[in-house]
């Protein structure tokens, strides 16, 4: 791969900024393993290799089991997520893929009702947040390395 620009060297304020929202989503009511599924779905959809290693290995040390992060890619089909947990599924693919029919209400309106109006904003804006960075780390072609 072709050396691309370091965003964080060029504009560290702006990288500053996309911290304060890390900052702020790590002390909502959301729980770190749902947050770190949130992370993961959206970074599959994206193509976002570097999300997706960071995020895996961030789930693991919380404890989620392999087996539940590999059944992420096909989530849909697999039983090994609770019903809220399928509802933000639902919301992260949707948001991500927010071009292909928005969020429909049927997603919308389950989210809701399994998490209610505080939690869905939180839902939403780690997904607004997560998709701010796949979108970095894939345009800027960033390779993850631990440590």
Not at 41 to 53: E, G, K, L
Not at 62 to 68: C, F, M, N, P
Not at 104 to 122: F, K, M
Request: hydrophobic content about 45%.
């Amino acid at each position: 791969m072709s050396a691309r620009i370091n965003i964080s060297q060029l504009e560290p304020q702006a990288i500053k900024a996309m911290m304060g929202l890390e900052s702020y989503m790590a002390g909502v009511d959301l729980s770190p393993k749902l947050r770190q599924l949130i992370k993961i779905r959206a970074s599959m959809v994206n193509n976002c290799a570097y999300c997706i290693q960071m995020h895996t290995l961030e789930s693991k040390k919380l404890g989620d089991d392999e087996q539940r992060l590999f059944a992420l890619a096909a989530w849909q089909e697999s039983p090994l997520f609770t019903d809220k947990e399928r509802a933000v599924l639902a919301l992260t693919d949707a948001v991500t893929q927010i071009p292909n029919q928005g969020v429909t209400d049927a997603v919308y309106n389950q989210c809701l009702a399994v998490l209610g109006e505080q939690a869905l904003a939180q839902c939403m804006m780690q997904i607004v947040t997560i998709n701010a960075w796949n979108r970095i780390a894939v345009a800027t072609k960033m390779v993850f390395s631990e440590g």
